[in-house]
Protein backbone atom coordinates (compact mmCIF):
# COMPACT_ATOMS: atom_id res chain seq x y z
CA UNK A 1 0.00 0.00 0.00
CA UNK A 2 2.45 2.84 0.93
CA UNK A 3 4.58 1.64 -2.88
CA UNK A 4 1.24 2.70 -4.08
CA UNK A 5 1.23 5.72 -2.34
CA UNK A 6 4.71 6.98 -3.29
CA UNK A 7 4.63 5.85 -6.65
CA UNK A 8 1.32 8.00 -7.11
CA UNK A 9 2.61 10.74 -5.29
CA UNK A 10 5.86 10.78 -7.65
CA UNK A 11 3.67 10.22 -10.80
CA UNK A 12 1.21 13.22 -9.27
CA UNK A 13 4.32 15.77 -8.40
CA UNK A 14 7.73 15.86 -7.98
CA UNK A 15 8.87 13.55 -11.20
CA UNK A 16 5.49 13.27 -13.63
CA UNK A 17 7.00 15.30 -16.13
CA UNK A 18 9.46 12.49 -16.96
CA UNK A 19 7.13 9.77 -15.48
CA UNK A 20 3.97 10.75 -16.93
CA UNK A 21 5.31 11.10 -20.74
CA UNK A 22 6.90 7.33 -19.88
CA UNK A 23 3.50 5.97 -19.05
CA UNK A 24 1.72 7.93 -21.65
CA UNK A 25 3.20 6.15 -24.30
CA UNK A 26 2.43 3.20 -26.42
CA UNK A 27 5.15 1.00 -25.43
CA UNK A 28 4.46 1.18 -21.75
CA UNK A 29 0.80 0.09 -22.70
CA UNK A 30 1.95 -2.98 -24.90
CA UNK A 31 4.53 -3.62 -22.08
CA UNK A 32 1.72 -3.52 -19.02
CA UNK A 33 -0.72 -5.31 -21.13
CA UNK A 34 1.93 -8.11 -22.51
CA UNK A 35 2.53 -8.20 -18.30
CA UNK A 36 -0.60 -8.60 -17.23
CA UNK A 37 -1.76 -11.40 -19.87
CA UNK A 38 1.09 -13.25 -18.43
CA UNK A 39 0.26 -12.70 -14.82
CA UNK A 40 -2.85 -14.02 -16.26
CA UNK A 41 -1.82 -16.79 -17.79
CA UNK A 42 0.45 -18.18 -15.02
CA UNK A 43 -2.81 -17.57 -12.58
CA UNK A 44 -4.61 -19.70 -14.42
CA UNK A 45 -2.26 -22.32 -14.70
CA UNK A 46 -3.32 -22.78 -10.40
CA UNK A 47 -6.50 -23.88 -11.28
CA UNK A 48 -6.47 -25.18 -15.18
CA UNK A 49 -3.48 -27.90 -15.28
CA UNK A 50 -3.09 -28.32 -19.03
CA UNK A 51 -1.79 -24.93 -18.74
CA UNK A 52 0.24 -25.86 -15.92
CA UNK A 53 2.48 -28.11 -18.02
CA UNK A 54 2.82 -24.93 -20.02
CA UNK A 55 4.51 -23.00 -17.54
CA UNK A 56 8.64 -23.61 -17.27
CA UNK A 57 9.47 -24.70 -14.17
CA UNK A 58 12.55 -22.45 -14.19
CA UNK A 59 9.42 -19.67 -14.07
CA UNK A 60 7.71 -21.43 -11.31
CA UNK A 61 10.82 -21.70 -8.96
CA UNK A 62 11.46 -18.08 -9.85
CA UNK A 63 8.23 -16.97 -8.52
CA UNK A 64 6.75 -19.10 -6.03
CA UNK A 65 5.86 -19.00 -2.97
CA UNK A 66 3.86 -15.39 -3.54
CA UNK A 67 3.68 -13.85 -0.28
CA UNK A 68 1.14 -11.01 0.41
CA UNK A 69 3.09 -9.69 3.45
CA UNK A 70 6.38 -9.29 1.56
CA UNK A 71 6.73 -6.75 -1.73
CA UNK A 72 8.29 -9.15 -4.06
CA UNK A 73 9.52 -6.83 -7.52
CA UNK A 74 7.09 -8.85 -9.22
CA UNK A 75 3.97 -7.67 -7.14
CA UNK A 76 5.50 -4.00 -7.96
CA UNK A 77 5.86 -4.30 -11.28
CA UNK A 78 1.93 -5.71 -11.50
CA UNK A 79 0.60 -2.73 -9.27
CA UNK A 80 2.47 -0.16 -12.00
CA UNK A 81 1.03 -2.38 -15.23
CA UNK A 82 -2.11 -1.70 -13.28
CA UNK A 83 -1.71 1.77 -13.13
CA UNK A 84 -0.68 2.31 -16.95
CA UNK A 85 -3.28 0.52 -18.32
CA UNK A 86 -5.52 2.61 -15.57
CA UNK A 87 -4.31 6.08 -16.96
CA UNK A 88 -4.78 5.12 -20.43
CA UNK A 89 -7.99 4.01 -20.13
CA UNK A 90 -8.99 7.46 -17.75
CA UNK A 91 -6.79 9.95 -19.18
CA UNK A 92 -9.11 13.30 -19.82
CA UNK A 93 -7.61 13.17 -23.21
CA UNK A 94 -9.26 9.83 -24.06
CA UNK A 95 -12.94 9.63 -25.27
CA UNK A 96 -15.84 9.97 -22.92
CA UNK A 97 -16.94 6.40 -23.25
CA UNK A 98 -14.80 5.43 -19.57
CA UNK A 99 -17.22 8.12 -17.53
CA UNK A 100 -19.44 5.62 -15.55
CA UNK A 101 -16.05 3.46 -14.91
CA UNK A 102 -14.13 6.36 -13.80
CA UNK A 103 -16.80 7.69 -11.67
CA UNK A 104 -16.90 4.21 -10.08
CA UNK A 105 -13.32 4.32 -8.95
CA UNK A 106 -13.55 8.12 -7.72
CA UNK A 107 -16.24 6.80 -5.81
CA UNK A 108 -14.94 3.86 -4.16
CA UNK A 109 -11.55 5.78 -3.72
CA UNK A 110 -13.29 8.55 -1.75
CA UNK A 111 -14.44 5.69 0.87
CA UNK A 112 -11.58 3.49 0.54
CA UNK A 113 -11.99 2.52 4.47
CA UNK A 114 -16.32 1.50 4.23
CA UNK A 115 -15.68 0.06 0.99
CA UNK A 116 -12.93 -2.31 1.73
CA UNK A 117 -14.75 -3.40 5.12
CA UNK A 118 -18.08 -4.06 2.60
CA UNK A 119 -15.20 -5.97 1.19
CA UNK A 120 -14.19 -8.47 3.36
CA UNK A 121 -18.22 -9.27 4.35
CA UNK A 122 -18.81 -10.02 0.97
CA UNK A 123 -15.59 -11.64 0.19
CA UNK A 124 -16.80 -14.33 3.31
CA UNK A 125 -20.44 -14.23 1.96
CA UNK A 126 -19.21 -15.31 -1.70
CA UNK A 127 -16.96 -17.96 -0.29
CA UNK A 128 -20.19 -18.99 1.23
CA UNK A 129 -22.41 -19.01 -1.46
CA UNK A 130 -19.55 -20.61 -4.06
CA UNK A 131 -19.27 -23.77 -1.79
CA UNK A 132 -22.58 -24.22 -1.26
CA UNK A 133 -23.50 -23.92 -5.21
CA UNK A 134 -20.55 -24.83 -7.24
CA UNK A 135 -21.36 -24.37 -11.07
CA UNK A 136 -19.45 -23.32 -14.02
CA UNK A 137 -17.62 -20.19 -14.54
CA UNK A 138 -20.80 -18.31 -15.25
CA UNK A 139 -21.19 -18.59 -11.48
CA UNK A 140 -18.36 -17.04 -9.66
CA UNK A 141 -17.96 -14.14 -12.57
CA UNK A 142 -21.20 -13.28 -11.73
CA UNK A 143 -20.85 -13.77 -7.91
CA UNK A 144 -17.93 -10.89 -8.72
CA UNK A 145 -19.37 -8.84 -10.78
CA UNK A 146 -22.24 -9.14 -8.21
CA UNK A 147 -19.54 -7.90 -5.48
CA UNK A 148 -18.31 -5.37 -7.49
CA UNK A 149 -21.87 -3.65 -8.01
CA UNK A 150 -22.76 -3.82 -4.45
CA UNK A 151 -19.55 -1.96 -3.75
CA UNK A 152 -20.19 0.72 -6.12
CA UNK A 153 -23.46 1.74 -5.26
CA UNK A 154 -22.37 1.61 -1.60
CA UNK A 155 -19.39 4.17 -2.38
CA UNK A 156 -22.22 6.04 -4.02
CA UNK A 157 -24.61 6.02 -1.68
CA UNK A 158 -22.06 6.96 0.95
CA UNK A 159 -21.00 9.96 -0.97
CA UNK A 160 -24.71 10.89 -1.18
CA UNK A 161 -25.01 10.39 2.26
CA UNK A 162 -22.02 12.62 3.04
CA UNK A 163 -22.62 15.25 0.58
CA UNK A 164 -26.27 16.37 2.09
CA UNK A 165 -24.59 15.12 5.88
CA UNK A 166 -22.46 18.34 5.67
CA UNK A 167 -24.89 21.62 6.61
CA UNK A 168 -21.60 23.51 7.10
CA UNK A 169 -19.70 25.50 4.49
CA UNK A 170 -17.06 22.81 2.79
CA UNK A 171 -13.73 24.04 3.21
CA UNK A 172 -11.41 22.19 0.68
Same mark, same amino acid.
Given at each position: ??? $??????????????? #?????????? &??????? %?????????????????????????????????????????????? %??????????????????????? #???????? &????????????????? &??????????????????????? $????????????????????
Amino acid at each position: MAT $AIVLGTCYAYQCGGT #LKAIVDSRPA &LIAALAY %LALSLFIALSWQIKPIEAMVPTALGKAIYPIDKSSLSPLRVLHFIA %LAVVLVHLTTATRPRRVNLFVLA #LVRCGENA &LPIYCASVLLSFAATVF &LNRFPGGIAVPIGVSLAGIGVMV $ALSILLTWMNKHERLSPKLF
